[in-house]
Structure formats: C-alpha cells, structure tokens
Antibody
C-alpha cells in the first residue's frame, strides 16, 4: 500500500530555516516525480515544488523560488524541502504528493509549519 | 503562475446537478489535457476524483465527470448527495510548473 509520511514541521521564527521530509513506502519511489503542496490556514491549495525522478528539471512556485530547495534521496525513499528565509506567509500545512501521471493519486497526511516570532 | 479561477461557492439540493468551472489560460488548462480535480473534506488531505480532464479513478462514482473547452475545465456532479459537501480544487500542468484553482466550496442544501 502506497504511503507518504511527512515530518519536520513546527514553529520557527521569521528568517530562520526548516527542513521537511517525506518518506515513501509501498511503491517504486525512484520512478516517481515528487511534489510539495501547501495550504495556509483557511486557504486553498498551492503547488510549491517538484523534483522529477531524474532530479534534473526541478521547478518551484514563484512564491518560494530562491528560498526553498527540493531534493530527493532514492536510497532512503525520501523527498526533502529545505525552507530558508521563512516568512509569516509560509505558514501552512505542507503535503507531499505524487502520481504516475500529471496528477496526484497519493498524498501524505501533512505537516504544519508555523512561522511566528 | 496565477491561480486558476473557480467560483468561491456553489450549492445544490440532493439529487440535483452542479457544475464547477475552472478557468485558466492557453499556458495551462488550454494548453494541456492534464487537468485534475480534488475533493477535500475539513482537516483531511485532498482526494483525486478526476484526472486527465475527464478520466475517473476506480472507486469514484460515475456521478462525477470532467470536461474541458478551450481554457476552461469543468467538474459536474450529478445526483448530489449530502456526502458530496466539500471543497473542490482543479489543478493543471502548466509546462514546467503546476497550478491549482482557488477552490470551490460545495454546499448540499
């Protein structure tokens, strides 16, 4: 059974950094592109970043470009999101998500990141 | 990377049909047949209900259907049931990136 489990969320001060992890099981992780999606409290879903299976053509939302870095370790079935220079508007539940096509058929349960002084 | 445009809310009575629109541009919705739809209940992760514009995953009732015309995709829910009350999001591939719609709250009256 395909499963995605996020970790690493918490409360962090503005300007600081945080690294999220998402560990996958139950499928061939190395052949899937992996995404991060976030949802601010009471708001809609926002696509954040993708790392393809080849790690070559990573892509980011304009709102996080230059501050966030997505990466993956296929030996650990894990995708990461390094978040630097965090701002209050980065406060959200962060989900990792994946699918074999151009859609997400699997989501994690989410991890809450709160940026506050 | 502007969000796709969805109505903030729609409503319908049990048994009726509702349609949720999702308007983008030729760079996203209009340029690719890679629109998907997600249903989200409060406090839960989204669940995909339509992919590749109109394909339905196994286990999703055939009351849910998707279509696209030009830069606008649509999700139609027929035979509304109380359990359909949720937030719905469209999502599209946009070349080297992806974009969600702003979300639509469906109320079953």
């Amino acid at each position: 059974q395909l499963q995605l489990v996020e970790s690493g969320g918490g409360v962090v001060q503005p300007g600081r950094s945080l690294r999220l992890s998402c560990t996958a099981s139950g499928f061939s992780f190395s052949i899937y592109g992996m995404h991060w999606v976030r949802q601010a409290p009471g708001k809609g879903l926002e696509w954040v970043a993708v790392v393809p299976n080849d790690e070559i053509s990573k892509s980011y939302a304009d709102s996080v470009k230059g501050r966030f870095t997505i990466s993956r370790d296929n030996s650990k079935n894990t995708v990461y999101l390094q978040m630097n220079s965090l701002r209050a508007d980065d406060t959200a539940v962060y989900y990792c998500a994946t699918g074999i096509g151009y859609y997400y058929d699997s989501w994690g349960q989410g991890t809450l990141v709160t940026v506050s002084s | 990377q502007s969000a796709l445009t969805q109505p903030r809310s729609v409503s319908g009575s049990p048994g009726q049909s509702v349609t949720i629109s999702c308007t983008g541009t030729s760079s996203d919705v209009g340029g690719y047949n890679y629109v998907s739809w997600y249903q989200q209940n409060p406090g839960k992760a989204p669940k995909f209900i339509i992919y590749d514009v109109s394909r339905r995953p196994s286990g999703v009732p055939d009351r849910f259907s998707g279509s696209k015309s030009g830069d606008t995709a649509s999700l139609t829910i027929s035979g509304l049931q109380a359990e359909d009350e949720a937030d719905y999001y469209c999502f599209s591939y946009a070349g080297s990136s992806w974009v969600f719609g702003g979300g639509t709250k469906l109320t079953v009256l």
